[in-house]
């Protein structure tokens, strides 16, 4: 049981994870007191996934995961987390969504073509996902394969891999859903999400034009990097042992054409982020993630990234 205080401080945390500041601490709190009645059961299916964003999750932040999800929820199965496997695991997968008060995440992409590429139980994930999607409060697709297709779906696509939403919609299926992409994705938007969900009732507010989270991928990389004044000073890394520190825009950076709070919120317990360990941002959230080219931004293209919008930017800071 925990004291107030110790509650205070969850609720103080989850805030933070959720909005990266602690704005959110009353509704969380008063969120947490109704829901102790009804907390939501969460269930994970794989699909065509690597793990990455389970690991992520587990071992990418500063609060425990396990931990977080018995103070805002119950975790019924995980594929790799739950004692439950085989036969178990479905039964249980089959329980939560019976009760229609679950929030379904799912990890990968879902291949159509053939559909026996990857199985759930003893039928082809692609035949039976709908089911349970159909049923759940919620569908959150975690990480970048389930949200976009990602890698599976990339040059060749050998298994006509599908996000989750573009499955959804082959299967019309109707239901709420949100995207968190990234390779793997960051532990504080799944987890953030989940908190929202569960303190609030609701999903967090989208971006009109991108229908992602407006808190977690809301306004470009570019414009909240560190490195961005040596950009509006046209000082760009040539040679990454002298030029240290300088805009990696030349090195082929996709931080101007991808949105995400990775500048603020930072990886691994907060301690850095691709830019500020001098590698150039790939743009693992975008929904083109992983290009048809190459990982890093051709030199050609550099031109074409909507300069004029960047550099009004610019302009607006230096007139403040
Ligand atoms: S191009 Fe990349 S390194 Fe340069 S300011 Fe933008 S995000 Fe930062
Ligand atoms: S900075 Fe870019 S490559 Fe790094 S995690 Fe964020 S979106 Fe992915």
């Not at 999903?203 to 992602?212: F, T, V």
Request: hydrophobic share 35%.
């Amino acid at each position: 049981m925990l004291t107030r205080r110790q509650f205070l401080k969850k609720c103080r945390d989850l805030s933070l994870m959720m909005c990266g500041s602690t704005l959110l601490t009353r509704t969380v709190a008063e969120g947490f007191i109704k829901l102790a009645k009804n907390p939501p059961e969460i269930a994970f299916i794989h699909a065509q996934n690597c793990m990455g964003c389970t690991t992520s999750m587990l071992y990418g932040n500063d609060y425990d995961f396990l931990d977080f999800l018995n103070h805002v929820g119950h975790l019924a199965v995980h594929p790799a987390l739950s004692f439950s496997q085989g036969s178990d695991y479905m039964a249980n997968l089959d329980r939560v969504a019976a009760e229609e008060n679950f929030l379904l995440i799912v990890e990968g992409s879902i291949p159509a073509n053939p559909p026996e590429a990857c199985y759930l139980g003893d039928k082809p994930l692609y035949h039976i996902l709908a089911n349970y999607a159909s049923q759940a409060r919620v569908v959150i697709s975690s990480g970048s394969c389930a949200s976009h297709g990602g890698i599976p779906a990339s040059n060749g696509n050998r298994t006509g891999a599908l996000s989750v939403t573009d499955y959804l919609k082959e299967k019309n299926i109707d239901v709420p859903q949100l995207r968190i992409p990234g390779c793997p994705a960051h532990p504080d938007h799944i987890m953030g999400s989940i908190a929202y969900i569960a303190a609030t009732g609701k999903a967090p507010p989208l971006n009109e034009k991108s229908g992602q989270i407006e808190e977690y991928f809301g306004e470009l990389i570019h414009n909240r990097c560190s490195r961005f004044q040596y950009f509006s000073q046209d000082q760009f890394v040539k040679n990454f042992a002298t030029d240290k520190n300088k805009c990696l825009l030349k090195k082929g950076c996709r931080g101007p054409i991808t949105a995400s709070d990775c500048p603020v919120r930072r990886w691994n317990k907060r301690t850095s982020v691709c830019v500020e360990s001098n590698t150039p941002c790939i743009g693992c959230m975008s929904p083109s993630w992983p290009f048809t080219t190459s990982l890093y931004l051709e030199t050609t293209q550099v031109e074409d990234l909507p300069w004029s919008e960047m550099k009004e930017k610019i302009d607006r800071r230096r007139d403040k």
